[in-house]
């Protein structure tokens, strides 16, 4: 018999998106979210952390340079917050280094799901932007 899951605040508890060269990756996402991506070193994998409420039980995540860590872009996709409107963020991918694969978009017609937009980021990770407006 398979134990009943209680359902989860979150479908995603933590992403690492793996980096080249950690140090233009993360210029990339500081420039493009506009504030200064945090980091750490834990000798063998350096890690650069994206923003998020880890004390009312965000979810949060990470780009990571390592030994076992390859960009890709097609893989999972993950959908990064993209704040109130994503058309903000949109605007500074591509002088940020990073390629714009599919503009703002609907998520439905049918259901207030909000707006997304894919990219690639300095590595060439398919990444997906999410906001609400």
């Known amino acids: 018999m398979i134990p009943h899951m209680e359902i989860p605040k979150n479908a995603l508890n933590w ?6 060269d950690f140090d233009r990756a993360r210029k990339f996402y500081s420039q493009i979210f506009d504030y200064e991506m ?3 070193n834990t000798g063998y994998k350096r890690m650069g952390f994206f923003l998020y409420d880890h004390q009312n039980g965000g979810a949060g995540g ?6 076992e860590y ?13 704040g109130n409107d994503l058309i903000s963020v949109l605007n500074r991918v591509e002088e940020a280094g ?3 694969e599919l503009g703002k978009r609907l998520v439905s017609e049918e259901q207030d799901l909000g707006y997304f937009a894919i990219i690639y980021d300095i590595d060439n990770n398919r990444v997906a932007l999410h906001s609400m407006h």
Do not use: C, D, N, T
Request: cysteine-free; aromatic content about 6%.
């Open 15 to 20: 992403f690492e998106i793996p980096v080249h």
């Open 38 to 40: 945090p980091e750490s």
């Open 62 to 67: 990470a780009i990571v340079q390592g030994a």
């Open 70 to 82: 390859l960009p890709s872009q097609r893989g999972a996709l993950i959908y990064l917050h993209a």
């Open 98 to 100: 990073g390629k714009i």
